[in-house]
């Protein structure tokens, strides 16, 4: 009999990669323990370290091995499915009403205590976020609405703390009945009257909840105006979650943005956008790297994507059906889901199916030393 077919994909720098050259140095970088389990789910990501199974192709016999993932929300190879997860689920929750993009950021100032407390800081940036949009709400009589999302990071793996939301253009009234906020949709609040407000509300918030951390940053956070954004709205509604979608599950950096990886540096791209996105490359240590990657691991069990107001979980299982119904919202048919079918990437025509589990312990040993092409297996 033949041996297997070497169908293989071209290798690719990896932030695996990076921690694979750091090695034990990474114990030098003053990590904490949740940052250093972390990157070692990261390290060991579709690796024989977290067993696997092999498939076999029923046309063309090839054999080929596929590791288990870490599942971790922070590993670049693990996204994709969970966000397409997350986009299915919130499609059925639209309205047919106007949607902003809105982008509350905290200033450099309060970096420092990001990294002692990054808990706190988050906590207050979400709470001062809709705290802000619930009382412009509050004065056109509505209760209004938020899905926000935390992004920690600039392009280049700085501190970059910042939240992604989509808000609708409008509300619920107190007889459960939508009212937008303007008849055009074409605006939501003025920009300038949120970010004086929303500053006002987190420096508040923080005075209350750490007075003495307060004293010590309140220079930086009122010596400078703070930035809300707010993007006209979407084309359609059913163009917001694929939109939001491409935030839910980012991380600091994907896989594909590296360029190369040596015995002391990683090279990757970034975008600077105070030069109009002007696409850069950047060189740092691996020690670097790795720091400023570990600067964007959030806090075990912190919550990142968060719902607010008519959009929150309770409200929606209650009422959003009701208002769904005066919208006239047509009820969407769920489908179940067909079984997936894997496709060869050898021959690409023949289907693969699993022929063995293996667990941390790695594969046989009748595979790694070489193992055979199988004739057509049909189960």
Not at 194 to 204: E, I, P, Q, V
Not at 207 to 226: A, N
Not at 286 to 312: C, D, N, Q, T
């Amino acid at each position: 009999m033949s041996h297997k077919v070497a169908c293989t994909e071209p290798s690719r720098s990896e932030v695996a990669h990076v921690l694979e050259k750091l090695g034990t140095k990474i114990e030098n970088l003053g990590l904490n323990t949740w940052q250093l389990r972390t990157l070692s789910a990261v390290r060991r990501c579709r690796t024989a370290a977290l067993g696997g199974h092999i498939d076999a192709c029923d046309s063309c016999g090839n054999i080929s091995i596929s590791y288990n993932s870490c599942r971790n929300r922070h590993c670049p190879k693990c996204q994709g499915k969970n966000r397409e997860d997350w986009i299915q689920a919130r499609q059925s929750e639209l309205l047919p009403v106007p949607y902003f993009h809105v982008v509350f950021t905290l200033p450099e100032g309060i970096n420092p205590l990001a990294i002692k407390d990054p808990r706190l800081v988050y906590n207050l940036l979400f709470e001062s976020a809709w705290a802000t949009l619930k009382t412009f709400g509050v004065r056109k009589e509505i209760q209004s609405g938020m899905i926000a999302v935390l992004h920690t990071w600039g392009q280049n793996l700085s501190l970059h703390p910042h939240l992604h939301c989509i808000v609708p253009g409008g509300g619920v009234d107190k007889d459960g009945n939508w009212k937008s906020i303007r008849a055009d949709g074409k605006y939501l609040y003025n920009v300038k009257a949120l970010s004086k407000m929303y500053r006002g509300k987190f420096c508040d918030a923080l005075k209350q909840r750490d007075p003495d951390q307060y004293t010590r940053v309140k220079k930086q956070l009122w010596e400078k105006s703070w930035v809300v954004f707010a993007k006209k709205p979407f084309g359609n509604p059913n163009s917001v979650v694929e939109y939001l979608g491409r935030y839910t599950h980012k991380i600091a950096i994907s896989n594909n943005r590296i360029k190369s990886i040596d015995d002391q540096n990683v090279s990757f791209h970034y975008k600077d956008y105070r030069q109009n996105g002007q696409r850069k490359s950047m060189t740092l240590t691996h020690e670097e790297f790795i720091r400023r990657f570990a600067m964007h691991i959030l806090p075990k069990g912190f919550v990142k994507i968060r719902h607010y107001g008519f959009l929150s979980s309770n409200w929606k299982r209650e009422k959003l059906k009701v208002l769904q119904e005066k919208l006239k919202v047509k009820p969407q048919i769920k489908v179940a889901k067909e079984s997936k079918i894997r496709k060869c990437q050898c021959c690409k025509t023949g289907n693969l199916h699993t022929i063995l589990i293996f667990d941390q312990r790695g594969p046989p040993a009748w595979y790694l030393g070489g193992g055979q092409k199988l004739a057509a297996c049909k189960n």
